[in-house]
């Protein structure tokens, strides 16, 4: 099984997805592409530095997002991708290209779905006052942050964390959660029902 990471940044999820396949932890996959839209991006050195092709796609390119995403799903073609990881890819992705990758595309999300949707999960949950957040890893469906949920795994905020230490945290939780997902999928072993994924 072939996968492509998507990112925009650190790509420390990316790094851990690609620790856990060299490891051998996820037997089943390969990890053949790594998609980024930002020339800046540390993502693009880590993947140069584990020899795995990267595709460097910026939007401000293209006129439309068909077009855009039309660049990204030759290469995914090419590479015959069966899996795509959005690992801190910032940008959404078209109904149109989520439909065309139904239950083929996975997201990990710093929060617990569905509360706190979007790009500053971390910040909204220790601003809210919540006690208790965690990480989301679910299928991509055509609204934001909203398919089916695979894993989820939570921790205790305390009074004294910060923005920084409680980004730590969840950061240490995603770079085991994700892989563990992928794994999942990679065996067959998520069955989707509805909105529920039921782990065989
Ligand atoms: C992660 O917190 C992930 O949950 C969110 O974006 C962040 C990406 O971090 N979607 P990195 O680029 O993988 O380090």
Redesign the pocket.
């Known amino acids: 099984m072939n996968i492509a990471v998507f990112?925009?940044?650190?790509?420390?999820?990316?790094?851990?997805i690609a620790d856990a396949v060299k490891r051998g932890a996820i037997r089943e996959a390969s990890l053949a592409l790594m998609v980024c839209d930002n020339p800046q991006?540390?993502?693009l050195e880590r993947a140069k530095k584990e020899g795995i092709k990267s595709l460097l796609v910026e939007r401000k390119n293209f006129g439309a997002k068909a077009e855009y995403e039309a660049e990204i799903i030759k290469s995914l073609e090419q590479e015959k991708i069966d899996l795509i990881c959005?690992?801190?890819?910032?940008r959404l992705i078209s109904p149109e290209f989520a439909k065309k990758y139904k239950y083929r595309i996975l997201?990990?999300?710093?929060a617990l779905l569905p509360a706190f949707k979007g790009?500053q999960?971390?910040k909204d949950a220790l601003d809210y006052g919540v006690k208790v957040t965690g990480?989301t890893v679910h299928f991509v469906d055509e609204e934001m942050d909203h398919g089916p949920i695979i894993l989820q795994r939570s921790l205790y905020i305390s009074q004294e964390d910060t923005e920084d230490s409680l980004?730590g945290q969840?950061?240490e939780i995603?770079h085991q959660l994700y892989p563990e997902a992928i794994k999942l999928y990679a065996q067959g072993k998520l069955q989707i029902e509805g909105r529920k994924v039921r782990i065989t």
């Open positions: 990112c925009s940044g650190n790509g420390s999820n990316f790094q851990a991006a540390f993502a959005l690992a801190g890819y910032m997201n990990i999300h710093p790009g999960g971390i990480v980004a969840i950061h995603e």
